[in-house]
């Protein structure tokens, strides 16, 4: 699993960064948090496959969090691109991309959902493409959770921002036991399909006997995933603490220093100091501060300085900065 940072700026670009964009390599799933302006460029320069299943989570309809993504569906349709794609976001997303498809003729001949998440409903519309204007099915939201896999799910939680804005947490699934090859030698469990099951922690039947992989130390204990969060543009708020309570990595909002923190209460953005709290209440393990205003595009060291002192295992983010999630 891999972190990688495609835009690390605020609503103005600079030189070293792009407009909002993260992306997160988990097995054959690529899921995109935010698609700020000239996302897809960044896939070039990040080497990120343009022909892979992505989900795409855009957390509110600020220009720089959103107006990556019709060219980024347009350049998809330019690589013939097969894989599916499904994009989560606020009540009329869907509105947004029809428009492109009527006015500037966007079209998805690859399989396209997209999903509106109706908080105040409870509840979540689904779209199938861009041609029809029904939605293809209304579902109950159950305590948040948008999408779930064997391997994965995703939530959201309603931040305080000065639009509807959400938050969106990864929450992999526990993974199997590490598997201890030499003890599978010495139980002679031969080279097949058994050990595969055996790896999974599924016990089997071999000559007559049942080998439980768990009590004969094949494999060991399940491992807890991992939990990634990403705050979208907030203000300090408890429904992002209840979110991302012990995240192994949280993505926060940083606009600002402390010497701005009376701008950032005003226009519900977070500082370095907010984010370096909020990390630390939540038990996160890591922080990675992002959103950086274009005002420190010459220095900006002090975001860092200040949230170290408040907590200590943060990294600022970098545009193409690649994390390693083992």
Do not use: W
Request: aromatic share 8%; glycine share 6%; with cysteine.
């Amino acid at each position: 699993m891999e972190l990688i940072i495609l835009g690390s700026s605020a609503a103005i670009p600079t030189k070293e960064r792009n407009l909002p964009a993260i992306a997160l390599l988990h097995h054959a799933d690529i899921l995109l948090f935010d698609c700020g302006e000239d996302v897809q460029r960044r896939f070039v320069d990040a080497r990120i496959k343009f022909n892979k299943s992505l989900k795409i989570l855009i957390s509110h309809f600020h220009g720089d969090h959103i107006n990556g993504l019709p060219g980024l569906l347009f350049r998809f349709g330019l690589n013939d691109r097969t894989a599916p794609i499904t994009i989560f976001g606020p009540r009329n997303l869907f509105l947004f991309l029809y428009l492109y498809r009527k006015i500037v003729g966007l079209k998805s001949a690859y399989p396209l959902r997209i999903i509106e998440i109706d908080h105040d409903n409870g509840k979540l519309i689904e779209f199938d493409g861009l041609e029809s204007e029904n939605p293809k099915q209304v579902s109950d939201l159950k305590d948040n959770v948008i999408f779930e896999t064997k391997r994965y799910q995703l939530k959201y939680e309603k931040v305080n921002h000065s639009i509807l804005s959400f938050a969106y947490s990864f929450i992999e699934k526990p993974l199997h036991g590490k598997f201890n090859p030499q003890r599978a030698e010495e139980l002679r469990i031969p080279h097949s399909r058994f050990r595969k099951k055996l790896q999974s922690g599924i016990p089997v039947e071999i000559n007559g006997r049942i080998v439980d992989p768990l009590k004969e130390g094949i494999v060991g204990p399940s491992r807890p995933g991992k939990k990634i969060t990403y705050s979208g543009d907030t203000a300090p708020c408890e429904s992002l603490i209840t979110l991302g309570k012990n995240s192994d990595l949280i993505i926060h909002d940083a606009t600002y220093n402390s010497e701005l923190a009376e701008i950032a209460k005003k226009k519900q953005h977070s500082t370095a100091v907010d984010a370096a709290n909020d990390a630390k209440e939540m038990n996160a393990k890591q922080l990675i501060l992002t959103h950086v205003s274009s005002r420190y595009a010459e220095d900006d060291a002090k975001l860092l300085e200040e949230a170290k002192a408040i907590f200590p295992n943060v990294i600022l983010a970098k545009d193409l900065m690649r994390i390693n999630l083992k």
